[in-house]
């Protein structure tokens, strides 16, 4: 679809072609798709490796979400150690998709989540790759 930009000066050709939809189609995206694009946008370079990465996916299904939260998705590395800071009146959910992590001494492996409440402080680490979501809760 053409809907060049009705400009008051002359631009580039391309910028005058361009052309945002606001609008949603009702197909699905593929989840192979969806999962290809959450992976490279969590191999995204970020201003000081604080990899401050939020995802919220909502499908047909699940349209409302009726939670505060914020996602982390990590790589560990054998010997990577991390530490994350839980906010007061904060809770969070562990999930490990990959390998094996230690989290305040409690052993998860691949599958294994984890509730945490009551901790000011994550002490996350592993003795092998490991990949890992850590939702930060209300």
């Given at each position: 679809?053409?809907?060049?930009?009705?400009?008051?000066?002359?631009?580039?050709?391309?910028?005058?072609?361009?052309?945002?939809?606001?609008?949603?189609?009702?197909?699905?995206?593929?989840?192979?798709?969806?999962q290809?694009?959450?992976?490279?946008a969590?191999?995204?370079a970020?201003?000081?490796?604080?990899?401050?990465?939020?995802f919220?996916?909502?499908?047909?299904?699940?349209q409302?979400?009726?939670?505060?939260?914020?996602?982390?998705?990590?790589?560990?590395?054998?010997?990577d150690?991390?530490k994350?800071?839980?906010?007061?009146?904060?809770?969070?959910?562990?999930?490990?998709?990959r390998?094996?992590v230690?989290?305040?001494?409690?052993?998860?492996?691949?599958?294994?989540?984890?509730?945490?409440?009551?901790?000011?402080?994550?002490?996350i680490?592993?003795s092998?790759?490991?990949?890992?979501?850590?939702?930060?809760?209300?």
């Amino acid at each position: 679809m053409e809907k060049p930009a009705n400009t008051k000066y002359p631009i580039h050709e391309l910028l005058q072609r361009r052309w945002s939809p606001r609008a949603f189609s009702d197909k699905m995206v593929e989840p192979s798709k969806l999962q290809s694009l959450l992976e490279a946008a969590r191999w995204a370079a970020s201003s000081y490796n604080e990899q401050p990465w939020s995802f919220i996916i909502a499908t047909k299904e699940n349209q409302t979400v009726h939670q505060d939260v914020s996602l982390y998705a990590s790589v560990l590395e054998g010997g990577d150690r991390i530490k994350y800071d839980l906010p007061p009146n904060r809770h969070a959910w562990l999930h490990v998709a990959r390998g094996s992590v230690t989290c305040n001494g409690y052993a998860l492996t691949e599958g294994d989540a984890a509730a945490v409440s009551g901790q000011e402080l994550l002490e996350i680490s592993t003795s092998e790759s490991a990949e890992f979501l850590l939702f930060n809760l209300a």
